[in-house]
């Protein structure tokens, strides 16, 4: 057996976050309420418990810096068995 036993996948969608709330906010809280902002939406819209947001997403997120998130974001995200969700950069391919 592998390290990693397999998960099995519930659900896989993709999603345009749209981030503009986050520049209600002062300058130098945006990026972490970006973060925040996604967690909640894939709590809000696949009922799970836990959301883990991938590496390159956050560091999507912080490109700009703290300042300047982007307006919105476009993500994969999979639902496992276990009620956690993971988020992805959906690949630049589609878009």
Known sequence: MSEK???KIVLEREYTIPLRK???LQRTKRAPRAIRLIRKFIQRHLKVKEVKI???L???IWSRGI???PRR???RV???EDNIAKVTLASE???
């Open 73 to 75: 974001v476009r993500v």
């Open 5 to 7: 036993s397999e998960e």
């Open 54 to 56: 991938d590496e390159k």
């Open 67 to 69: 300042e300047k998130p």
């Open 22 to 24: 986050v520049y209600f």
């Open 93 to 95: 391919e589609k878009r």
């Open 78 to 80: 999979v639902k496992t």
């Open 58 to 60: 956050n560091e999507y």
